[in-house]
């Protein structure tokens, strides 16, 4: 028995944000901005928090899947902007949406959340703990950018992915994760419970900090590895991979992938350019893409990729 994909749905918030409007707050222009990373707009809620987009995604996925919220065993948000330190906003979304029979629990794993979600996922599927789960990746990064900083405040957006795991005989073929606490500092954002009782320092807002050559660096190293090698340990030809579907952070990492794993930019779908770096949420958001459009049929095998602070990165082969 294996996890498989039974429905997808995605939410992101309505208030568009353009690179020319950026450049009214930042000093920067959408010339720059668009051809270092490939975005042009991005979503900001400013009404909404994580566990609202959260569990819009949630409603969309389950009415995709046809599973109703009594029915999951489990819902696992991934997402490194909750609303709160606690409760956690796989909570929050179990009451939003009545998943009353769900255990329910955050992970933080930043961009690679929604992959190291699905991992937890299988881990419980194959030791026949659970048989019906809901993942979820879910942003509003806007809260935690420095917008006075060009260099991170341009790449990133809001928005939430889920996606309704079953317990059932194909989908997820193998799977990894990885990690390297050492490089940490390369990409941060230090949380509020950094108060100090014998100085008396008060915890304050962090804000995301990012060397972002040595993501560059990290990401076109480890991302082609790790699919190399989940390709080469399941004796899978290229040639029978349909689709890469990576994190989307920049279009020049997604470009420098293919090249490196020689295939060709047509079997990388990428979205984004509407929506920018939406952290954990861009797999399952360019999923759902895919699925609206019809681009993926039953028995497609595909791979997902993610990467992200910690630094961590995970991809998964799988059957659609
Ligand atoms: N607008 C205009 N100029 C900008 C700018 C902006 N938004 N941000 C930075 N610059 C400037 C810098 O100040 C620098 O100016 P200088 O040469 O006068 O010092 C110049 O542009 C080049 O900066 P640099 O950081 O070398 O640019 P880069 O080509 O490495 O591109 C990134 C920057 C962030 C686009 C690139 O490093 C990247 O994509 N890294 C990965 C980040 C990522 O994906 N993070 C999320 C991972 S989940």
Redesign the pocket.
């Known amino acids: 028995m294996t996890a498989r994909i039974a429905g997808i749905g995605a939410y992101v918030p309505e208030t568009i944000v353009t690179n020319d409007d950026l450049a009214k707050i ?4 959408d010339e ?2 668009s051809s ?2 490939g975005i042009r707009e991005r979503r900001i809620s400013t009404k909404e928090g994580t566990s609202d987009l959260a569990a819009e995604a949630a409603r969309r996925a389950l009415e995709a899947a046809g599973v109703k919220p009594e029915e999951l065993d489990l819902i696992i948000l991934g997402t490194s902007s909750p609303d709160c330190n606690y409760p956690s906003g796989a909570c929050e979304v179990q009451a939003k949406i009545g998943a009353v029979n769900a255990a329910a629990f955050d992970i933080s794993a ?2 690679s959340g929604f992959i190291f979600a699905m991992n937890i996922v299988q881990g419980f599927f194959k030791s026949g703990i659970y048989q019906t789960a809901l993942i979820i990746g879910a942003e509003t990064l806007s809260k935690v950018v420095d917008w006075d900083d ?2 991170t405040c ?2 990133f957006g809001d928005g939430a992915g889920a996606a309704v795991l079953k317990n059932e005989e194909s989908g997820i073929i193998d799977m990894l994760m990885g990690s390297d606490g050492t490089k940490g500092e390369a ?1 941060k954002c230090t949380s509020r419970s950094l108060g100090n009782f014998l100085t008396g320092e008060r915890p304050e807002l962090g804000f995301m900090t ?1 060397d ?2 040595e ?2 660096r990290f ?1 076109v190293k480890r991302v082609p590895e790790s699919i190399e090698s989940l390709i080469k340990r399941n004796q899978t030809a290229k040639e029978d991979i349909r689709y890469y579907i990576l ?1 989307q ?2 279009e ?2 997604v470009e420098a992938v293919a090249r490196r794993l020689k295939e060709p930019m047509d079997k990388f779908p990428m979205i984004i350019e509407k929506y920018g ?1 939406t ?1 954990t949420a861009s797999i399952p958001l360019l999923l759902d893409d895919m699925v609206k459009k019809g681009m993926l049929k039953a028995g497609d095998k595909i791979i997902l990729s993610g ?3 910690g630094m961590t990165w995970g991809a998964v082969l799988l059957e659609w």
Not at 26 to 29: A, G, L, P, W
């Open positions: 930042v000093e920067t222009s720059w901005i270092r990373t930043a961009c060009r260099s341009v790449l990409l990012m972002g050559q993501v560059f990401a994190h952070a920049n020049r990492i770096n952290s990467f992200g602070a």
